[in-house]
């Protein structure tokens, strides 16, 4: 067994830092170049967005949002709050623990601890583009614990001695996203020593063999602030394109793309577009973003496309980029639909944006039609401009079904919450989910979903804006 790292990869890898001086390639004419140009933006969206996370987490050491080096577990031991902006739309039910591979060199032996039954843990594993190629945990692997092997594109061999199974990933940059689920503010200890026992090793050093040599160094780009939303996305997707498996499905697309200068590896210099080409891709970029905005408005606020369409493998996305941007845009990271089912509440029961300076809100749950959940469900509180967590006075970021025994029930035993920015009545007061003052969003996620989640069998209730101004 060994890993001979691709010959693409090793020379975009050896210069990456080396700048060019070679003209930018850039053969597209206006029209074409924008047609291009909106096709790189939804495709390489993701991408970019990962590398932000990547950079704030496993490169900037000096940065508030640093978590470990790479091939090193930085953990959390305590849950999201508002002060957590390194990734928009966080859960906060799961401490999180952050792994980034670099996978170049040789594979990681991840380990897992047994934990107790009845309490959710899972490792996300997520490659370059945000696809979600495998999982670990409750749902796959059991609670019994592990090790196992996460392999690069130039690994070959047979599953080594001690390995429960072998992983391998398209890209050679890679990351592993760990939930633990955490009961009560008294369970915080407990958590800790479970994320204690998340372990990662080279493949070597689990083997007890020699070191082999290391990968070439890389001089990560620090991100500027319209890398998502300009040109500049195509200069940090050119980058990252160095540490990915080209797929023969992709083939035609990456040509396309190296007509606008967009080659792994090599550098994208804006200074060496004329002012029609700039124009070009602008326009493609905006082109872009109106699909989403159209996509957005007829397909995720009606709920007619579910989180289950936009997160998942490459098998399971089947190639759809505008999924995969809308997935990146709304909620990065996030599971695939087996592991958990998102519920995006961006617009109310008469398709209107949700607004807590104009409107108090409820959500109604019937008797007996809780989200179905063999896990756990939340409904967690975005603000709608930053997409981060909502400061309030109760510092109460979610309502979750571990809570179920302090929330108020109706006399017919239904369970109705407050979705609003000033708190309800005194005896409702539990059942308050506060709201900015202003636009938000919420997400109802189920966790290990039931089968009537994705057969449409239980019925999702929709946010109600409150008419009496004498409700809570």
């Not at 915080?188 to 990968?215: D, E, N």
């Not at 891709?281 to 957005?296: M, R, V």
């Amino acid at each position: 067994m060994h890993i001979k790292p691709p010959a693409y990869l090793l020379a975009a890898c050896l210069s990456l830092g080396a700048g060019n001086a070679d003209a930018i390639n850039f053969s597209a004419s206006p029209t074409e170049a924008a047609s291009i140009a909106r096709e790189a933006y939804l495709y390489g969206f993701p991408v970019v967005e990962m590398y932000k996370t990547l950079y704030t987490q496993a490169v900037d050491t000096q940065g508030k949002n640093f978590k470990a080096p790479f091939n090193e577990i930085g953990n959390t031991a305590m849950v999201f709050t508002p002060r957590d902006t390194a990734f928009v739309t966080p859960n906060s039910d799961t401490p999180y623990s952050f792994l980034w591979m670099d996978l170049r060199a040789e594979p990681l032996v991840l380990t897992l601890p047994a934990i107790e039954d009845g309490r959710y843990y899972s490792t996300q594993l997520i490659d370059l583009y945000t696809q979600n190629f495998a999982y670990l945990g409750t749902r796959t692997t059991g609670n019994k614990g592990g090790n196992y092997m996460i392999a690069g594109p130039g690994w070959t061999g047979e599953k080594p001695a001690g390995i429960d199974a072998v992983i391998p990933s398209e890209s050679a940059i890679a990351y592993g996203l760990y939930r633990t689920q955490l009961f009560d503010d008294k369970d915080l200890a407990k958590v800790k020593h479970i994320q204690s026992g998340y372990k990662v090793r080279p493949l070597s050093q689990f083997l007890g063999k020699p070191t082999p040599a290391a990968a070439p160094a890389v001089d990560w780009p620090a991100p500027v602030a319209d890398m998502s939303d300009s040109p500049e996305l195509f200069r940090y997707l050119s980058f990252m394109l160095a540490f990915a498996q080209p797929q023969p499905s992709e083939a035609a697309l990456r040509e396309r793309f190296r007509k606008i200068g967009i080659e792994p590896g090599q550098p994208f210099n804006l200074n060496e577009l004329t002012l029609e080409q700039r124009t070009s891709l602008e326009d493609g970029i905006a082109a872009g973003k109106a699909e989403f905005a159209q996509f957005k408005h007829d397909k995720v606020d009606t709920h007619k496309i579910t989180s289950g369409d936009l997160f998942g493998s490459r098998e399971h996305l089947h190639n759809n980029y505008l999924y995969r941007y809308a997935g990146a845009n709304m909620g990065i990271f996030g599971n695939s639909a087996a592991e958990a089912n998102y519920i995006g509440y961006f617009v109310d029961n008469q398709q209107h944006p949700v607004d807590a300076s104009r409107d108090r809100y409820t959500l109604h749950f019937n008797k007996d039609a809780l989200p179905p959940a063999n896990a756990f469900w939340s409904l967690t509180m975005y603000d709608g401009k930053t997409k981060l967590l909502v400061e309030n006075p109760i510092n109460r970021y979610l309502i979750n079904s571990r809570m179920l025994s302090d929330l108020k029930r109706n006399a017919d035993g239904s369970l109705t919450l407050y979705v609003q920015n000033q708190p309800p009545a005194g005896e409702w007061l539990n059942n308050w989910l506060p709201a900015p003052d202003g636009p938000f969003y919420g997400v109802l996620r189920i966790y290990m979903p039931k089968p009537e989640v994705a057969s449409g069998e239980w019925k999702m209730p929709l946010l109600t804006p409150v008419v009496s101004q004498t409700a809570p």
